[in-house]
């Protein structure tokens, strides 16, 4: 059975369209450049991180995030960012009895931003910079499951990428939701991956809760 579900923050719960257009801003580039490059390396199968590359040859996403903050133009996020599903799944998750959290790459900053908007939502808020490892890295599900008062294989963990999210999560033994927006999986929804590899392929958040109850009824 499923008693907790997981959410990564890009793309999934977050829609990242406003920040990375800031980013395109920061390095004096069109946006829709910008976002065409970066299309253009992911359905190349490249690291997301090489479109900056292509703009600047060796550019440093760290060194650059700090550079912003020291500017007055740090990376942010906030309500408005949110995909409109959000918090209406969230609630009928919790309505539910499930115990749910959040947990994807994401800086100490994000982090602070995210327990802002969620820490009355969600029993988990992890990131990255706070555990000291990086999806697709098998040590992040790790600390995933051991945050998470449920066996592993009751673990659905929910996110936007085959490489980063579902592959990993799957062979940490979770079961996992892919959610079809963002680059990633618009680019990529078609492919064997994509198809075969989650338990759930959803639109929307808010099919989870249906799909989540179907699964838990097939199992007693």
Same mark, same amino acid.
């Given at each position: 059975?499923?008693?907790a579900?997981?959410?990564?923050?890009?793309?999934?719960?977050?829609?990242?369209?406003?920040e990375?257009?800031?980013?395109?801003?920061?390095?004096?580039?069109?946006?829709?450049?910008?976002?065409?490059?970066?299309? %253009?390396?992911?359905?190349?199968? #490249?690291?997301? $991180?090489?479109?900056?590359?292509? /703009?600047?040859?060796?550019? @440093? !996403?760290?060194?650059?995030?700090?550079?912003?903050?020291?500017?007055?133009?740090?990376?942010?996020?906030?309500?408005?960012?949110?995909?409109?599903d959000?918090?209406?799944?969230?609630?009928?998750?919790?309505?539910?009895?499930?115990?749910?959290?959040? %947990?994807?790459?994401?800086?100490? #900053?994000?982090? $602070?931003?995210?327990?802002?908007? /969620?820490?009355?939502?969600? @029993? !988990?808020?992890?990131?990255?910079?706070?555990?000291?490892?990086?999806?697709?890295?098998?040590?992040?599900?790790?600390r995933?499951?051991?945050?998470?008062?449920?066996?592993?294989?009751?673990?659905?963990?929910?996110?936007?990428?085959?490489?980063?999210?579902?592959?990993?999560?799957?062979?940490?033994?979770?079961?996992?939701?892919?959610?079809?927006?963002?680059?990633?999986?618009?680019?990529?929804?078609?492919t064997?991956e994509?198809?075969?590899?989650?338990?759930?392929?959803?639109?929307?958040?808010?099919?989870?809760?249906?799909?989540?109850?179907?699964?838990?009824?097939?199992?007693r």
């Amino acid at each position: 059975m499923i008693r907790a579900v997981v959410f990564d923050v890009g793309e999934c719960l977050v829609d990242e369209t406003r920040e990375y257009g800031t980013w395109a801003d920061w390095l004096g580039v069109p946006r829709h450049t910008f976002h065409a490059m970066f299309g %253009a390396v992911i359905a190349q199968g #490249r690291d997301y $991180r090489e479109t900056f590359q292509e /703009f600047r040859p060796g550019f @440093d !996403l760290y060194e650059e995030r700090e550079k912003r903050a020291a500017s007055g133009q740090p990376e942010t996020f906030g309500e408005e960012d949110l995909y409109p599903d959000v918090r209406p799944a969230l609630a009928e998750l919790r309505a539910g009895g499930l115990w749910l959290g959040i %947990a994807g790459n994401q800086t100490v #900053r994000a982090g $602070r931003i995210l327990r802002s908007l /969620f820490s009355n939502d969600v @029993d !988990l808020i992890g990131t990255s910079d706070d555990w000291g490892a990086s999806k697709p890295d098998p040590e992040f599900f790790k600390r995933v499951a051991a945050s998470v008062p449920f066996d592993v294989n009751e673990i659905l963990y929910v996110g936007d990428r085959c490489d980063n999210d579902i592959q990993p999560a799957r062979e940490a033994g979770m079961e996992t939701a892919l959610v079809h927006r963002g680059p990633w999986a618009s680019i990529l929804w078609s492919t064997p991956e994509a198809r075969e590899l989650p338990t759930f392929r959803v639109d929307s958040l808010l099919e989870l809760p249906g799909l989540i109850r179907e699964f838990n009824g097939s199992a007693r």
